[in-house]
């Protein structure tokens, strides 16, 4: 199995940024297909990127493309997050998520292992 520690989080004001990381333990993780998810206050998580294993193929939820980039070192067992443009909304708790998987995984049911979360604030 694999471990997952997400960090990167914190206060910014609306139009800045933040890079968001995902440090991954235990099993090579260059097999694993990971996702970024989040839950703001008093709402369902929602999926927000999404990157196969070799990183050659991402996928984003309308809200965030052309704002939110999903990358992932191998060497480094890290993956990460750069949000640009950030919105209030964009408020909430970030979690990364791990399958071991050829594609890209969409679905939050379908991963396997999750972070504790980083939290994201974004004020007006």
């Known amino acids: 199995q694999v471990q997952l520690v997400e960090s990167g989080g914190g206060l910014v004001q609306a139009g800045g940024s933040l890079r968001l990381s995902c440090a991954a333990s235990?099993?090579?993780?260059?097999?694993?297909?990971m996702g970024w998810f989040r839950q703001a206050p008093g709402k369902e998580r929602e999926f927000v990127a999404a990157?196969?294993?070799?990183?050659?193929?991402?996928y984003y939820a309308d809200s965030v493309k052309g704002r939110f980039t999903i990358s992932r070192d191998n060497a480094k067992n890290t993956l990460y997050l750069q949000m640009n443009s950030l919105k209030p909304e964009d408020t909430a708790d970030y979690y990364c998520a791990a399958r071991i998987w050829v594609g890209v995984i969409r679905a939050q049911y379908e991963y396997d292992y999750w972070g504790q979360g980083t939290q994201v604030t974004v004020s007006s």
């Open positions: 990157i196969n294993r070799s990183g050659s193929l991402t």
């Open positions: 235990g099993r090579t993780f260059s097999l694993y297909a």
